[in-house]
């Protein structure tokens, strides 16, 4: 325990009505909560991490008390792992109705106070046996220095125990306590409207193979480090919204995410170039989350994860492709390519895992016995794991206006990066800007490797921009 995770202590007011007498009631483990608990690991802790910067300071006791029964009216947040025996069937979640520890902590102001809270975001994981397993920490801004996220105001860095639940999930609670807190409207916008048919161009297009690697083994990244370490590192940095071309017949050509998936590709296409790597496939593993945004929106790890191979259609574009700069033909077609794929992967219907996992978090054996299994599983199957994680949250569907405090001028998130992939890449879309987070393992890169890397996708980011003047109608925005 830190000191920043509150020992247990009596929850300070009720949260609303009738939420102080709620009985506590168990839910078993889904699927996606089971996997990962079988595979936690300490030296790489499960953290998925948002920061939120506001330009104001809210009022310390209103936000404790909005946060507080945000949890409340979203009691699925409001877990704790159960007591359990290796023997016993499922995992179980105990939904407590209040929570077990005040989730929100000030730590001190001054030089280097966001540096270290996101370093105890990637560190620090809330534990699994107090609910919500959750931290927020309000770190203030001084307004001294220059470069990324200099400025006065506060910064609302939040940390989630990746076992529990994912990003978007906990941005729905943020949202509804930015409601109570600041007292105006913070329900979603409505999703944008994907016109359907042909693409830009108004050709008929054949639906290309859905872009996942069966059995292909995917490349690895190549490694870089001084020495071996522990835990994750992390690079945020803002980034310019590429360009793309006008819509045609209200459909675009390819999405922000389409190009956000080729920057990954050229990413690591060209370090392992620069790394002598042979080329090989790359495997880009990209969450979809179909959830509702409102108030009723399932609280969890509510994505399905689907791949996007690049591989042998592009295998002959390969030497163009990690010239640097790449070649803008070669962009062009695989651009085209991943938007006829994504396309096809976002309609196809299909489960969190997949069967294999269905069938293996199945109640018949001791959790004991499938938590073995599911570990030998995940070590003889690590040779085919995909290449990175891309995770692109898009635009904030939400307002987050904390009143007096304002409205976010940046959102960042990060996902865990665990080996054998080792890179996971976040991006959001606050102000017209591309909000990115590299995150790595300390197994694979170092921090300077790191950074290198980062440079290399804002480059590869760059290489994917329309080269004529228009936009989309919507301003390129992901």
């Known amino acids: 325990m830190t000191a920043l995770q509150p020992a247990r202590q009596e929850p300070a007011g009720d949260g609303p009505p009738g939420a102080a007498g709620r009985t506590v009631r168990r839910i078993p483990f889904p699927v996606v909560d089971e996997i990962t608990r079988h595979c936690l690991m300490p030296e790489e802790p499960e953290t998925v991490h948002i920061e939120v910067h506001l330009p104001g300071r809210p009022d310390p006791g209103r936000l404790r008390a909005a946060f507080r029964e945000a949890l409340c009216r979203h009691p699925r947040i409001l877990m704790r792992q159960a007591p359990h025996r290796w023997w016993r069937r499922r995992y179980e979640w105990e939904l ?9 902590v000030f730590p001190p102001p001054g030089p280097g106070a966001l540096e270290r809270a996101r370093q105890r975001a990637l560190t620090d994981c809330p534990p699994l046996d107090a609910s919500p397993p959750v931290r927020m920490e309000v770190v203030e801004r001084q307004g001294t220095g220059g470069g990324e996220g200099a400025g006065a105001g506060t910064v609302l860095l939040i940390t989630i125990n990746h076992t529990a639940l994912d990003g978007p999930a906990c941005l729905r609670v943020l949202a509804t306590a930015a409601q109570l807190y600041g007292g105006a409207d913070n329900a979603p916008a409505p999703p944008p409207v994907r016109a359907a048919g042909t693409a830009a161009g108004g050709a008929p297009q054949a639906t290309p193979p859905a872009g996942g690697h069966g059995l292909v083994r995917p490349v690895r990244i190549a490694g870089e480090h001084g020495h071996r370490a522990d835990g994750n590192g992390m690079l945020v940095v803002e980034l310019p919204v590429p360009a793309r071309p006008p819509r045609t017949g209200g459909r675009a050509a390819f999405t922000v995410n389409d190009q956000l998936l080729v920057a990954t590709c050229l990413m690591v296409a060209r370090w392992n170039h620069l790394h002598g790597r042979p080329s090989g496939p790359v495997v880009v593993t990209m969450p979809v989350d179909d959830r509702p945004r409102g108030t009723d929106m399932p609280i969890g790890n509510g994505t399905r994860l689907v791949s996007v191979g690049f591989g042998p259609e592009e295998k002959q574009d390969a030497a ?9 033909a070669a962009v062009a077609r695989l651009l085209r390519g991943t938007a006829a794929r994504t396309r096809a992967l976002k309609a196809a219907p299909g489960s969190q895992l997949g069967l294999g996992a269905a069938l293996l978090t199945a109640p018949v054996l001791p959790v004991g016995v499938r938590g073995v299994l599911t570990r030998a599983l ?17 635009r904030i569907p939400y307002p987050l206006d904390f009143g007096d405090a304002g409205r976010p001028s940046a959102v960042w998130f990060s996902a865990p990066a665990r080996m054998p992939r080792g890179l996971t890449v976040t991006t959001v879309s606050v102000g017209g800007r591309i909000q ?31 080269p004529g003047d228009g936009r989309t109608a919507d301003g390129g925005a992901p």
């Not at 163009?320 to 803008?328: E, S």
């Not at 995150?439 to 890397?453: F, I, M, N, Q, T």
């Open 436 to 466: 990115l987070a590299l995150r790595w393992s300390h197994a694979l890169l170092d921090d300077a490797a790191g950074a290198r890397l980062g440079a290399l996708f804002a480059e590869s980011l760059a290489a994917t921009s329309w």
């Open 320 to 328: 163009l492709l990690t010239a640097g700069p790449p070649d803008p």
């Open 96 to 104: 407590t109705g209040v929570p077990d520890v005040d989730p929100v």
């Open 378 to 394: 995940r070590t003889a199957a690590a040779p085919l794991a995909s290449t990175t994680l891309l995770s692109n949250i898009g």
